[in-house]
């Protein structure tokens, strides 16, 4: 796909992120440019595509419009703008009280999402994206990988869909709609994969950057994960249970972790004890 060339004359920078930059269309409220940092090519024509075929399942998700590039060579996404929008991050930001509530509407999206089950060969399996990050992996021992890999195996087969990176930052709401966004990472599988992220941001990130990333300090990340477990496993579920049985899924993060910052991540691999 040829991506069409634009001048961000007409647009005004709106948002930042890991990956780059958002930017509203100043003569087309409607659309908003999600624009990547330089360097990055690919990775917005696999997330443009991937979201067309999200759209395509009616998972709820803002429209995606054109592959675009930028006259100083960046590349990125239109897609149809969410207006009055407010990240389940920022919400929870801006009145901490709330964070057990927008935990548990946030677990009512997960569990939609979870129980969509996606046409065979439409995405990547999760646990193939596992394998390969792990035999990227530079840092694990012969004996751990083995190990890790064992474990990824273990876990039931599901045909369901998963976001891949799914965090409060990742999803919006408006007063009548809730919506995914950043979807580059969407595949398909056991939910557990997916909600090893949720637990992860939750419970695992140090204040600085939950307060830098998402708005928000340890105490308010920790009631939103006490909001989110009883709407999505049920009331009888204790909480320690499912951190019990989230925390390996959440520890297998350190691969994307490790993969991104390049060094091991003591912090994070702690929550693989149970499998090393």
Same mark, same amino acid.
């Given at each position: 796909?040829?991506?069409?060339?634009?001048?961000?004359?007409?647009?005004?920078?709106?948002?930042?992120?890991?990956?780059?930059?958002?930017? !509203?269309?100043? &003569? !087309?409220? &409607?659309?908003? =440019?999600?624009?990547?940092?330089?360097?990055?090519?690919?990775?917005?024509?696999?997330? =443009?595509?991937?979201?067309?075929?999200?759209?395509?399942?009616?998972?709820? /998700?803002?429209?995606?419009?054109?592959?675009?590039?930028?006259?100083?060579?960046?590349?990125?996404?239109?897609?149809?703008?969410?207006?009055?929008?407010? &990240?389940?991050?920022?919400? /929870?930001?801006?009145?901490?009280?709330?964070?057990?509530?927008?935990?548990?509407?946030?677990?009512?999206?997960?569990?939609?999402? $979870?129980?969509? $089950?996606?046409?065979?060969?439409?995405?990547?399996?999760?646990?193939?994206?596992?394998?390969?990050?792990? !035999?990227?992996?530079?840092?694990?021992?012969?004996?751990?990988?083995?190990?890790?890999?064992?474990?990824?195996?273990?876990?039931?087969?599901?045909?369901?869909?998963?976001?891949?990176?799914?965090?409060?930052?990742?999803?919006?709401?408006?007063?009548?709609?809730?919506?995914?966004?950043?979807?580059?990472?969407?595949?398909?599988?056991?939910?557990?994969?997916?909600?090893?992220?949720?637990?992860? /941001?939750?419970?695992?990130?140090?204040?600085?950057?939950?307060?830098?990333?998402? $708005?928000?300090?340890?105490?308010?990340? $920790?009631?939103?994960?006490?909001?989110?477990?009883?709407?999505?496993?049920?009331?009888?579920?204790?909480?320690?249970?499912?951190?019990?049985?989230? =925390?390996?899924?959440?520890?297998?993060? /350190? =691969?994307?972790?490790?993969?991104?910052?390049?060094?091991?991540?003591?912090?994070?691999?702690?929550?693989?004890? &149970?499998?090393?």
């Amino acid at each position: 796909m040829e991506a069409i060339k634009i001048s961000l004359d007409n647009y005004v920078l709106s948002g930042g992120g890991a990956n780059g930059e958002s930017y !509203d269309c100043i &003569s !087309d409220p &409607s659309v908003m =440019l999600k624009l990547y940092f330089p360097g990055k090519i690919q990775q917005p024509l696999d997330e =443009l595509l991937l979201s067309r075929k999200v759209w395509d399942l009616d998972i709820p /998700t803002p429209e995606p419009g054109d592959y675009v590039v930028t006259e100083d060579g960046r590349y990125g996404i239109r897609f149809r703008r969410i207006t009055g929008k407010k &990240s389940f991050a920022r919400a /929870t930001g801006d009145d901490p009280a709330m964070a057990p509530e927008y935990g548990a509407r946030f677990a009512g999206m997960c569990k939609k999402l $979870h129980s969509t $089950h996606v046409p065979e060969g439409l995405f990547e399996n999760v646990k193939d994206r596992y394998y390969r990050l792990l !035999d990227e992996n530079p840092f694990f021992t012969p004996s751990e990988k083995n190990k890790i890999g064992d474990f990824i195996a273990s876990v039931p087969d599901k045909d369901t869909a998963i976001h891949g990176d799914l965090q409060f930052g990742n999803a919006i709401f408006t007063d009548t709609h809730e919506y995914f966004i950043d979807l580059g990472d969407f595949c398909f599988g056991n939910p557990l994969f997916d909600l090893g992220m949720v637990y992860l /941001t939750c419970n695992l990130e140090g204040d600085d950057f939950l307060k830098e990333t998402f $708005h928000m300090d340890q105490p308010e990340a $920790h009631a939103f994960w006490e909001g989110f477990v009883p709407e999505y496993f049920g009331k009888s579920k204790s909480l320690s249970d499912v951190n019990e049985l989230i =925390l390996p899924f959440a520890g297998l993060k /350190t =691969l994307i972790i490790e993969r991104d910052t390049k060094m091991p991540m003591k912090e994070f691999r702690a929550a693989l004890s &149970s499998i090393l």
